[in-house]
């Protein structure tokens, strides 16, 4: 079994910045890849950000430049580095986990939310303009 649980939500005005932080507990280790996902009311989730077995990081084109994700594998923890914040980043944000599958490359990570399995039960990001 994988808990995730993230923190670091909050309410901020546009142009600020916010981390977000991922707890990882349980059965998990090095060889999961780890994303951020967001969904905004009456919106799908989508994939912000995800982070490969080995660093290799890709992003939504939209956050690109202004979000980094990271890994700290020795505390299991994943981060969302979000700047310039804009109200069009308002939404829940989930953290989520997934097993590397056994044919795919180290670097290779997936922004697709229906190929994870794990989910935390998220935090909220709200931006004012």
């Known amino acids: 079994q994988v808990q995730l649980v993230e923190s670091g939500g909050g309410s901020v005005q546009e142009g600020r910045s916010l981390r977000l932080s991922c707890r990882a507990s349980g059965f998990i280790d090095t060889n999961y890849y780890m994303g951020w996902f967001r969904q905004a009311p009456g919106k799908e989730r989508e994939g912000v950000a995800c982070i490969a077995i080995d660093g290799t990081p890709n992003y939504k084109d939209s956050v690109q430049g202004r979000f980094f994700i990271s890994r700290d594998n020795a505390e299991k923890t994943l981060n969302l580095q979000m700047n310039m914040l804009k109200p069009d980043d308002t939404a829940m944000y989930y953290c989520?986990?997934?097993?590397?599958?056994?044919?795919?490359?180290?670097?290779?990570?997936?922004?697709?939310?229906?190929?994870?399995?794990?989910w935390g039960q998220g935090t909220q990001v709200t931006v004012s303009s």
């Open positions: 989520a986990a997934r097993r590397r599958p056994p044919n795919s490359s180290a670097w290779f990570c997936s922004r697709a939310s229906s190929d994870f399995p794990h």
